[in-house]
């Protein structure tokens, strides 16, 4: 049953401190997004990467937020220093780049940050 | 830049009965996909219908389908006979070939009365 892992499901921490989100996308598949869920903004591109290099990453505040590839099997979102306001549930996506085909998703990372 | 607008906020639907929510979008591309996700309280992301821009024929899957009309950029869901378990948060996406990232309208929330 393929699907893609993120982990952890929950994270509280206290502001200031570093998170790091984990993705392992579906087996195969080149192309992964990172989402991020909030009440007033909705869900919104934080970055994506093809073949493992990232080709946006405009919607990633770039001071405090980075986003990697270390190998095909693992995508990584971090925040240094975390802030109140980066509370949200982060979602992590993967797919192939054909024509036809759909991005799944992950089960997202729900952040609080106190 | 690409708009995805879901100018209803909430909907409520008899069991049994039918609903439709709405959905339009702006773009200037004429190659495009567009996409209804369903987002349950698990908030695990789940692919309801896709359709192709060019593609006449409206899509459909089951209890669902869509009414696309690509001169209007309108792209509304119908579910017929709803059930308890279609109650979910359902999302209005859209994106251009090539699985690139999605562009998510804001949401309706969708209660289905017993």
């Known amino acids: 049953d393929a699907r893609v892992t993120q982990t952890p499901r929950h994270k509280v921490t206290e502001m200031g401190q570093e998170v790091t989100m984990r993705c392992q996308p579906i087996?195969?598949?080149?192309?992964v997004f990172w989402y991020r869920q909030t009440m007033m903004q909705g869900l919104e591109l934080l970055a994506y990467f093809r073949n493992r290099a990232p080709l946006d990453d405009s919607g990633m505040p770039k001071d405090r937020f980075s986003a990697e590839m270390p190998d095909a099997t693992l995508a990584t979102l971090k925040i240094q220093p975390s802030e109140p306001r980066d509370s949200a549930v982060y979602f992590c996506?993967?797919?192939?780049?054909?024509?036809?085909?759909?991005?799944?998703f992950g089960q997202g990372t729900r952040l609080t940050v106190v | 830049a690409q708009t995805v607008t879901q100018s209803q906020p909430e909907m409520s639907v008899q069991e049994a009965e039918t609903v439709t929510l709405s959905c339009t979008y702006d773009?200037?591309?004429?190659?495009?996909?567009l996409f209804w996700y369903k987002q349950p309280p698990s908030r695990q992301m789940i692919l309801v219908i896709r359709?192709?821009?060019?593609?006449?024929q409206n899509a459909t899957e089951n209890r669902f389908s869509v009414n696309f009309q690509k001169a209007a950029k309108s792209f509304s869901l119908k579910i017929s006979d709803s059930q308890l378990g279609d109650a979910a948060m359902y999302f209005c996406a859209y994106r251009v070939r090539g699985n690139t990232p999605l562009v998510f309208g804001k949401g309706t929330r969708l209660s289905v009365i017993a």
């Open positions: 359709q192709e821009a060019y593609k006449q």
């Open positions: 773009t200037s591309e004429s190659d495009y996909y």
């Open positions: 996506a993967s797919g192939l780049v054909l024509p036809n085909t759909e991005a799944f």
């Open positions: 087996l195969g598949h080149n192309t």
